[in-house]
């Protein structure tokens, strides 16, 4: 299994992120607080539906804005699979 892409909006530091995967090796380069971590964190939150860094969702989106929404496409042996969450600060997480 492996990621071939995944799309932030909102999400941390991003207003809105697309990012297109090997699927083998990535190598993420970038000066400190650049968001290195951050995307991994969204990674990780797709997989276990919360943040390794913290358990407060209003972390995750960025400031000033009420949403963030993060998106993969995954790819299986059986297919592919689309993997999304919604963070909101009003309603109703998905
Ligand atoms: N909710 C948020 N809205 C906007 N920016 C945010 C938010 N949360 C974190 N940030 C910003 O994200 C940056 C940190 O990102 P991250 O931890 O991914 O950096 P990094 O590239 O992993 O850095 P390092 O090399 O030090 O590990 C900081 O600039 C921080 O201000
Ligand atoms: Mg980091």
């Not at 990621?3 to 932030?8: A, K, Q, T, V």
């Not at 400190?32 to 995750?60: F, I, P």
């Not at 299986?76 to 009003?90: A, I, P, Q, S």
């Amino acid at each position: 299994m492996y990621i071939d892409g995944i799309e932030l909006i909102n999400y941390r530091n991003y207003e809105k992120l697309e990012l297109k995967l090997n699927n083998k090796i990535n190598i993420f380069v970038g000066e400190n607080a650049q968001g290195k971590t951050n995307v991994l964190e969204a990674m990780y939150y797709l997989s276990a539906l919360k943040s390794h860094r913290t358990n407060k969702d209003r972390e995750l989106i960025l400031w000033n804005k009420n949403k963030a929404y993060v998106k993969a496409d995954i790819v299986k042996n059986l297919g592919n699979y689309k993997l999304e969450f919604l963070l909101d600060v009003e309603g109703k997480n998905r």
